[in-house]
């Protein structure tokens, strides 16, 4: 951080080997709602090939960081998002089998996104991208382990996958911010990667949920009906609260990604409690 106020203790991160059985996973796996699960399916679409950008850009100054803690760091981030991409690329197999046509938008989305925008983008504001990127994955991940909604709603397989990868968010949430701090501690780069990620991630989640909602057998009516309860449900439960904050956090300036201890108290409890310490 730039001026040294905060100092993080050393991290081990590292990826773990686990296993999940999507053969039983219900068409409309999160709590029987086409929109619910189509949101949540939406943003699914977009990791394996978003958390392959976010270790490019990230690797490509791996020669500029010194520090081995960090260094091991960077790492294990890599081996996480790997595992992570393969794991929600073997649900995208469940997904076609289900009758749903992903490849159409993943075509688009790796084409616009990764085709054209990370190439002419300078590289400094891909780092600085995938720094908020991963500070949005942490503000879902929060969600999901301190507010257990997946608990109530989202079939067994799923909810594993999920709270899964959003421990390890957790854990690793600060890697990409700290190469970023070594790179160009720049407080206007920073803030540039914020808005080029929300517009990106926001875009291209609700591009994908429309592309599922489309091919659902169902009226405008009924998916907003559907949409209006899903959306009472999240708001009952206090996810907009979740965010707003951390929207704040980010643009405060002297803000470390690491400042919450108690996000990794959470991702630890998880992890403990499924024998994947």
Known sequence: MADGSFSPAPRDIHARSVSFDFS????????GSVVATHVANGVNLLFPAGERFFVRSVHRYMNRVTDPGLRAQIKGFFGQEGRHAKEHERFFEILTAQGYDIARFGRLYEKVAFG?????????LSLATTAACEHFTALLAENALRLRILDEIADPSMRALLLWHS???????????DVLQQVNASYGLRV?????????????????TLSLLAQEDASARELYADWRKAKRFSESRG??????RGMQQYLGRDFHPLQDASLDA??????AGEGLA
Not at 24 to 31: A, Q
Not at 116 to 124: H, N, Q, T
Not at 239 to 244: G, I, N, P, S
């Open 192 to 208: 540039a990667g914020l808005a080029m990620a929300a517009s990106l991630l926001s875009g291209f989640w609700v591009l994908g």
């Open 239 to 244: 996810e907009r609260a979740v965010f707003l």
């Open 24 to 31: 039983k996973v219900p068409r409309h796996w999160l709590g």
């Open 116 to 124: 054209f925008i990370e190439r002419v983008a300078p590289p400094e």
């Open 266 to 271: 959470l991702a630890r409890d998880y992890l």
């Open 167 to 177: 421990a390890e968010e957790i854990e690793h949430r600060a890697v990409a911010f």
